[in-house]
């Protein structure tokens, strides 16, 4: 796990890395080579850098061992971090939209003396697409690997830089060709693809934050482990619960009502130590059970 939470980190710190250097291009970029839709991004790639920090701040969090108030640990933390992740990407994709449609709206209406943006913006669009695509593979790589919700968030994120680096650099390469009004109206059409996904994102860590009912994936699981241990009549009811990227499971099963208590806590403690080490991520579990209920049909 340490080895995993070492990757994390590392990706993490190489993104931030990434968004600061960035950030301060695009921006100083986009006013100079007089580029809407590249200083709308590089706004984008300096919000990207507050809400690095603030994961990283939230995962060293999560890194805390167990204690008596929290004691399955912090791990959530990480899913809450995705929550601040998604609020962030959905409020930079409603602003970039707005300034993007008043700046269309003075082209049209004659207001505005917008003449086209410079070579060098378009290069820098053009290496923002690669340092992005790089990062997009490496961080979902590494969060799908560990189950890391704010991981995989910030991997949404870099994909999103792609797509609104790519929007940027069409933009400036229609302007540079005549059709001005194409760099803030590529930015305002990018910032709706940007929107989309961060809701995606609060609708994924709400759903673990909730404890949304177990997969039918992982109900299968459970039930083909129960299913091969002798006693077992029935698998009543499977539970999971969240907390960051591990589950804790909650299973009733029916045995014969006849045996003793130690025989059907035996089973029990069976069906607990085979869903921990057969099931990925599954760090407790707790078996309840009872007499099975023989429903019998007239003749």
Do not use: C
Not at 3 to 28: C, D, E
Request: net charge neutral.
């Amino acid at each position: 796990m340490s080895k995993t939470r070492n990757h994390t980190n590392a990706i993490v710190n190489a993104g931030l890395a990434a968004n600061v250097v960035l950030a301060g291009l695009k921006t100083s970029i986009g006013i100079l080579g007089h580029s809407p839709a590249l200083l709308a991004d590089g706004i984008n790639s300096a919000s990207d850098v507050s809400y690095y920090v603030v994961v990283k701040i939230f995962m060293k969090l999560a890194g805390k061992p167990p204690d008596q108030e929290h004691p399955y640990g912090h791990t959530q933390l990480e899913t809450i971090a995705a929550l601040v992740v998604g609020s962030f990407i959905v409020a930079t994709a409603v602003a970039i939209f707005f300034d993007a449609v008043n700046k269309v709206y003075d082209y049209f209406t004659g207001t505005s003396t917008f003449a086209g943006a410079e070579n060098i913006a378009l290069w820098v669009a053009l290496l923002t697409i690669v340092l992005k695509i790089i990062l997009t593979i490496a961080t979902r790589r590494i969060g799908r690997r560990a189950h890391n919700a704010a991981i995989l968030a910030l991997a949404h994120d870099h994909r999103n830089d792609v797509i609104s680096a790519t929007g940027a650099a069409v933009g400036i390469s229609l302007g540079l060709i005549g059709y001005h009004f194409a760099d803030p109206l590529v930015g305002g059409l990018v910032a709706f693809m940007v929107l989309r996904t961060g809701i995606q994102i609060l609708r994924d860590a709400s759903a673990e934050l909730m404890d949304a009912v177990p997969s039918q994936e992982l109900e299968g699981q459970v039930r083909a482990v129960a299913s091969g241990i002798a006693g077992i009549r029935a698998v009543e009811e499977v539970h999971a619960h969240r907390f960051g990227p591990y589950l804790i499971l909650n299973v009733q099963i029916g045995v014969d009502g006849t045996i003793s208590v130690a025989e059907g806590d035996a089973i029990s403690s069976r069906v607990e130590t085979l869903l921990r080490t057969s099931i990925p991520m599954v760090i407790r579990s707790y078996v309840h059970y009872h007499p099975a209920v023989e429903h019998t049909h007239p003749s």
